[in-house]
Each structure stands twice: as structure tokens, then as C-alpha cells.
């Protein structure tokens, strides 16, 4: 019995002076992943631009910044993730990763692809964002 391999792990380390949300984006459509997770990611930026709650506040951070947490869902078309990041006085700020936020030294990366599914954005007027529709590819 052929056994179906239902998630595909990938690491990924990104260098001084890669932005993460693009690298992460190129990375997923060159990969050609329809639907993944970014399980973890560990690193030190030089700046960083993350998106508030409240959908409108931007936070510009200058580092060195120490990234904390960092997951969210993969779409060939877009990335949604989250971070949080620590000062040097070990203040830690979190929100939306926006483009901006530049690998300082390095940042090690761990997904994974789920080959069963596609994860599609589409226009949620209730939320007023793309939100993830989830397809299985088994149904």
C-alpha cells in the first residue's frame, strides 16, 4: 500500500539585508506551496514595520531586534504572519508583518506544506479583508 504524504516540511535561512515578508512570499511561489504554515522563525532584524491591531497604526522599529515569535499562513498569493520582536531593553512589540522588516544577520525559517490542500484568499465584507478559504483537495 503506497502511503500519501500529506505534508512536506522546508527550512529556509535568509541573509543580511533580505526583507522577510517578500523572501517568504518568493519562496512560497517558487516552491509552488498552495497551502502551508510557517511553523517558527528565529533571527534578528535591522528594522521593522508591523501593523497594529487596530488596522491602521504602523510601527516603525530600528533595530537590532530580536524576533521572538513568527507563524502564520502560507497562499501562493499572499502570506498572512504575525511576529513579535524584542529591543535591546528586551521591550517586545508584535503585530502584522509588513514588507520592511530586513534581516539584520541572519533568520532561520521552518514550514511546512499541506499537499491536500489550497488555501485561497477572498473579500470578506464582514471583515472588509481577504480572508483564507480553506479547499480540500480530497473532497
Known sequence: MKRLQIMTPYAKRLLQGDDL????????????????????????LSKAKIRLADENNVLNLEGPLEIITLSGTLTPQHVHIHISVADGKGCV???????????????????????????????????????????????
Open 21 to 44: 515578508r517578500y523572501s517568504l512570499l518568493e519562496f512560497v511561489q517558487k516552491n509552488s506551496i498552495q497551502a502551508g504554515s510557517l511553523l517558527s522563525g528565529v533571527g534578528c
Open 93 to 139: 512589540y508584535g503585530g502584522h508583518l509588513m514588507p520592511g522588516c530586513i534581516v539584520h544577520y541572519t533568520t532561520e525559517l521552518c514550514m511546512v506544506a499541506f499537499n491536500n490542500l489550497n488555501f485561497e484568499r477572498e473579500y470578506d465584507s464582514n471583515t472588509g479583508f481577504d480572508e483564507l478559504v480553506v479547499v480540500d483537495n480530497n473532497n
